[in-house]
Structures are given as structure tokens and as C-alpha cells.
T-cell receptor, first 112, second 112 residues
Framework: GEDVEQSLFLSVREGDSSVINCTYT??????LYWYKQEPGAGLQLLTY?????DMKQDQRLTVLLNKKDKHLSLRIADTQTGDSAIYFC????????????FGTGTRLKVLA | SAVISQKPSRDICQRGTSLTIQCQVD?????MFWYRQQPGQSLTLIAT?????????ESGFVIDKFPISRPNLTFSTLTVSNMSPEDSSIYLC?????????FGPGTRLTVL
């Protein structure tokens, strides 16, 4: 199947770290992505990781990939109120199909 | 990365009418993609629009309901035809670049 699963909600206090988790089913996925969607806006690409990597860090964002368990996570350090949004993980198929499968989305709420 | 704009940003329409959504990209791209995001849901690919050929529709979407135009390499339109309240969604235009899928700001459609 082509399911990408995420927990629906996450609430953290400002300044804490947030960890958003994602599981996927297709081991042939080439890249995995994290997108942020703020209210009333489109999706913003935050970061991506190639499937042969296990970690990628970009400023406050750390992506961890466990390919054996098909588990992807996004850690946001020092979470701010501006990080409140819906976060989608997505996987892409091998080249030639340009097909992305998006997760169900995790709504992150940051409490001041 | 590509800059994508969409018009209109939102609309409220009566059932049985049609709405055409425009997508403009600031660079030439081979493929443009149209997604639907139903309320509280993830993204679902409607179709892929290639310049000079008919759009390729995903399972569950048909040309009569969602006709697409792609007159040149920077522009596409999606029409939502004979609308019903079930068509109330955000419609997103997307293109690929080297980092992944990039999205327009979306068109929020409400059908009464």
C-alpha cells in the first residue's frame, strides 16, 4: 500500500523541542520530505533527506531516517510560536513518475 | 526555487456552477501538478499537466469534472465543473524543482 501515517496532534511549550513522527510503507522511496502549512497558506518545503542517509541537520531542524523501520522524524529545536502549523511528511517514488505521497499531517501547537 | 502564484486565492460558489483556477510559475517547467486538499485532510494528486498534451488524471478524477489547460510552459488552469459542496477544498498547483515539490498558495473553494 501507499500509506504515510502521522500522529494528528502535538502540543509543546515554547522553547522545548518538538518531535514529529512519520511512518511510510514503500521501501523504494527515493526522497523523504517535510512540509509546513500555516493557516490559509500553501505548503512550504522545509527539508528533505535522501533515502541512503540516516540524518540531516539544517539549523533548528533535524531529520532522522530509520529505513529499516520505515520511520522518519522531524525534530524542531527551541520551538517558537511561529512554528505552530501543520507538518506533512511525504515520500517520492523513483524518478520517472514524479509522484509524491503525503502523510496525514501533524498539527503542532506551541504554547507560550 | 520556483515562485508560484494562483488566482483566485479563495471563492464562494453556488452548486452547479464552474470555477477556473489559474496557476502561474516564474520559470518554464515541463510538468505542473494539481492537488486537492479536502478540509482537515492531506493532499491528493488530481492530475499532471504537460504542455502540448492532454493532462494525466489520477484514479478517481476525470477530465469532464476537472478539465485542465496547459497553453505554455509557465501557466496552467484547472476548472472545477458542475460544483457540489463535496468539491469544497483547497486546490494547490505544484511544480518540481531539484529539492522537491513546490506549491502555490492554494485556492480555497467553498461551494454552497
Amino acid at each position: 500500500g501507499e500509506d504515510v501515517e502521522q500522529s494528528l496532534f502535538l502540543s509543546v511549550r515554547e522553547g522545548d523541542s518538538s518531535v514529529i513522527n512519520c511512518t511510510y510503507t514503500d521501501s523504494s522511496s527515493t526522497y523523504l520530505y517535510w512540509y509546513k502549512q500555516e493557516p490559509g497558506a500553501g505548503l512550504q518545503l522545509l527539508t528533505y533527506i535522501f533515502s541512503n542517509m540516516d540524518m540531516k541537520q539544517d539549523q533548528r531542524l533535524t531529520v532522522l531516517l530509520n529505513k529499516k523501520d520505515k520511520h522518519l522524524s522531524l525534530r524542531i529545536a527551541d520551538t517558537q510560536t511561529g512554528d505552530s502549523a501543520i507538518y506533512f511528511c511525504a515520500e517520492s517514488k523513483p524518478s520517472g513518475t514524479y509522484k509524491y505521497i503525503f502523510g496525514t499531517g501533524t498539527r503542532l501547537k506551541v504554547l507560550a | 526555487s520556483a515562485v508560484i502564484s494562483q488566482k483566485p486565492s479563495r471563492d464562494i460558489c453556488q452548486r452547479g456552477t464552474s470555477l477556473t483556477i489559474q496557476c502561474q510559475v516564474d520559470s518554464q517547467v515541463t510538468m505542473m501538478f494539481w492537488y486537492r486538499q479536502q478540509p482537515g485532510q492531506s493532499l491528493t494528486l488530481i492530475a499532471t499537466a504537460n504542455q502540448g498534451s492532454e493532462a494525466t488524471y489520477e484514479s478517481g478524477f476525470v477530465i469532464d469534472k476537472f478539465p485542465i489547460s496547459r497553453p505554455n510552459l509557465t501557466f496552467s488552469t484547472l476548472t472545477v465543473s458542475n460544483m457540489s459542496p463535496e468539491d469544497s477544498s483547497i486546490y494547490l498547483c505544484s511544480v518540481d524543482d531539484a529539492s522537491g515539490a513546490r506549491f502555490g498558495p492554494g485556492t480555497r473553494l467553498t461551494v454552497l
